[in-house]
Nanobody, 124 residues
């Protein structure tokens, strides 16, 4: 059973940058995809970015393309999300997720393990 723990959230002013980290434990084998999702108040959980096991393939939602970068360090069992030029619309709880297999996945249903989330607030 994998456990995921996000860190790095907090308050920023619009235009600032922030990096989220997601540490995974309890999972010792297999190649699997990971992703970042977010959920704003009153809205559903949406995919932000996804990455394959090797990191050779990534996906970004249109709303963050060119501003956010997803990466992973498998030796450290850690997933990252570098967020630049943050906007008020980026304000949400950010979740990391891990799938059971490798690939690029966009749906919450494709992910088996979730962190508790970390709040990111970008104010004008």
């Amino acid at each position: 059973q994998a456990q995921l723990a996000e860190s790095g959230g907090g308050w920023v002013q619009a235009g600032d940058s922030k990096r989220l980290s997601c540490a995974q434990s309890g999972r010792t084998f297999g190649n699997y995809a990971m992703g970042w999702f977010r959920q704003a108040p009153g809205k559903g959980r949406e995919v932000v970015a996804a990455i394959t096991w090797s990191g050779s393939h990534t996906y970004y939602a249109d709303s963050v393309k060119g501003r956010f970068t997803i990466s992973r360090d498998n030796a450290k069992n850690t997933l990252y999300l570098q967020m630049n030029n943050l906007k008020p619309d980026d304000t949400a709880v950010y979740y990391c997720a891990a799938a059971l297999t490798d690939g690029i996945f966009y749906s919450t249903a494709d992910y088996a393990y979730w962190g508790q989330g970390t709040q990111v607030t970008a104010e004008p």
